[in-house]
């Protein structure tokens, strides 16, 4: 496994960890460890969105999965004691913006905090088919759906809008979920706290997980993490919503702020109209 030790401070760069750094590399197992000062002393931060233009595509978007801060696939990867984030903000205004793309059959994250927005961090693998053309435009458009395992402990995760997908078997223990309080938009240039923020004409401020689970695969898991918000009002996030109809996700003796909706989980297209195959539960 390569050791990759950071010092404290902030590291303006879009990391990119495949297949062919390993080879650069002369690493054989395609396995890494990333290890920071702490979670609070090392950043690495980067600012692409969804909606940005990709320069070498002829004006073509970014899109949601070449948005990544930091992707890491391989083997193995091991990630500590640092902050990944991605600063584009606004996912209505910038798009989708992905901090940690993790891609690598077996993750493990401890002591990370992960900032953004919306869709902060996705785990592979992605649906079988897209919604909308090019909507996987990224590094994983054309490749086979590789189940994957990850597992984050002590982590703080950020965001307002679907900002833990994908579609691993993943495991979250005692870390903190923070959703961000999403300011009304008064048009595409400006947000004002004058009007109430809405979703599909639901006061709604966002969603925690979408999932995107394989048929026969349990999907996430949630156990003594804490569920708080900055400043979101009462009764408007939802833990969870199906990105695809066999979306599954498990809460196990977590904590939830007074922000979390008292159904816990919604629809994909409709709130109040739970895909049937979708796999949530509170246990």
Not at 63 to 76: A, H, I, P
Request: charged content about 25%.
């Amino acid at each position: 496994m390569k050791e990759l030790i950071l010092d404290k401070g902030t590291y303006y760069k879009k990391l990119y960890f495949d297949e062919e750094y390993y080879k650069e590399n002369n690493v054989s197992d395609c396995s890494l460890h990333i290890k920071g000062a702490g979670m609070d002393l090392t950043t690495i931060s980067w600012s692409d969105a969804g909606f940005d233009k990709a320069p070498d595509d002829k004006g073509i978007k970014l899109g949601t999965f070449r948005s990544y801060t930091m992707f890491v696939s391989g083997k193995e990867a091991v990630i500590e004691d640092l902050t990944i984030e991605n600063t584009a903000g606004d996912g209505r205004i910038r798009g989708q913006a992905v901090a940690l793309y993790a891609d690598a059959s077996k993750v493990t994250c401890r002591r990370v905090h992960l900032k953004g927005h919306q869709d902060t961090l996705f785990m592979s693998p992605l649906p079988l088919t897209e919604r909308e053309k090019g909507g996987f435009i990224g590094p994983r458009e054309d490749s086979p759906r590789l189940m994957t395992t990850q597992y984050y402990e002590d982590c703080i995760i950020e965001g307002d809008v679907d900002f833990i997908f994908g579609g691993a078997n993943a495991t979250f223990k005692n870390c903190t979920i923070v959703s961000l309080y999403r300011a009304p938009l008064i048009d595409k240039n400006t947000i004002s706290k004058e009007k109430a923020a809405d979703y599909t004409g639901v006061p709604i401020q966002g969603f925690v997980c979408a999932p995107c689970t394989p048929e026969n695969e349990p999907g996430m898991k949630f156990i003594d993490c804490k569920f708080i918000t900055d400043r979101c009002p009462d009764a408007s996030v939802y833990l969870a919503r199906p990105w695809r109809e066999n979306g599954g996700a498990y809460f196990e003796n977590c904590y939830f702020g007074t922000h979390i909706h008292p159904d816990l989980f919604a629809g994909w297209k409709d709130v109040h109209k739970i895909e049937p195959t979708a796999r949530f539960r509170n246990l």
